[in-house]
């Protein structure tokens, strides 16, 4: 079994400034994938940024990257230079290779971008 | 593409009654897995279909059950509904199941159980 833990509830950025979610998980499976979705609100979810754990190199999309660190299970996700519109849910979540597509999330952390 | 898509998107049921949600995936998507989101349990793995057949299946009771028509819609239903059902029900499609590629999430269907 997989499970995916969260610690912060709540977080507020300034606009342009950076910040960084926590994520830990634990699973006794060799292969995964890990995932941050971004759910704003009464907005659809989309993925931001996913790893695939046999990967070393923590993976990037523009503004967004991953710090992954596989020996103690920890998956945070940076946000940099923030913007008013990355205001959202952000949940981080794993998915083990042989549970064909099933997503195990954390409990989410409500983010406020400010002015 | 379009995305995919959930009806109805608003659900209001009475306790015991039955209810049906559709769930249409991106074209071409042969995967569509179930999810439900409540404040208090976070989003719980319902079920996910690939090519009409259910592959995994979460802890939910048997009132839970859906099914997948051979062109990727899959519908779920949940039979003699409780208070404790009221959520947000999120589908996600892909391309296959378990595969690397992307899931894509509809908007969901709100159901309110009175």
């Known amino acids: 079994a997989q499970t995916v833990t969260q610690s912060q509830p709540e977080m507020s950025v300034q606009e342009a400034e950076t910040v960084t979610l926590s994520c830990t998980y634990d699973?006794?499976?060799?292969?995964?994938?890990l995932f941050w979705y971004k759910q704003p609100p009464s907005r659809q979810m989309i993925l931001v940024i996913r790893?695939?754990?046999?990967?070393?190199q923590n993976a990037t999309e523009n503004r967004f990257s991953v710090n992954f660190q596989k020996a103690a299970k920890s998956f945070s996700l940076k946000i940099s230079d923030s913007q008013l519109g990355d205001t959202a849910m952000y949940f981080c979540?794993?998915?083990?290779?042989?549970?064909?597509?099933?997503?195990?999330f954390g409990t989410g952390t409500r983010l406020q971008v400010t002015l | 593409k379009a995305g995919v898509t959930q009806t109805p998107r608003y659900l209001i049921k009475t306790r015991g009654q039955q209810v049906t949600l559709s769930c249409s995936p991106i074209s071409g998507h042969r995967s569509v897995s179930w999810y439900q989101q409540t404040p208090g349990q976070g989003l719980q793995f319902l079920f996910e279909?690939?090519?009409?057949?259910?592959?995994n299946k979460g802890n939910f009771p048997g009132r839970f059950s859906g099914r997948q028509f051979s062109n990727s819609r899959s519908e779920m239903n949940v039979s003699t509904l409780e208070l404790g059902d009221s959520a947000l029900y999120l589908c996600?499609?892909?391309?296959?199941?378990?595969?690397?590629?992307?899931?894509?999430f509809g908007p969901g269907t709100r159901l309110t159980v009175l």
């Open positions: 790893q695939e754990a046999y990967k070393q």
């Open positions: 996600a499609s892909s391309l296959v199941s378990g595969g690397t590629d992307t899931q894509y």
């Open positions: 279909y690939f090519s009409e057949t259910q592959r």
């Open positions: 979540a794993s998915r083990a290779t042989g549970t064909a597509s099933k997503l195990t």
């Open positions: 699973t006794s499976e060799n292969n995964y994938y």
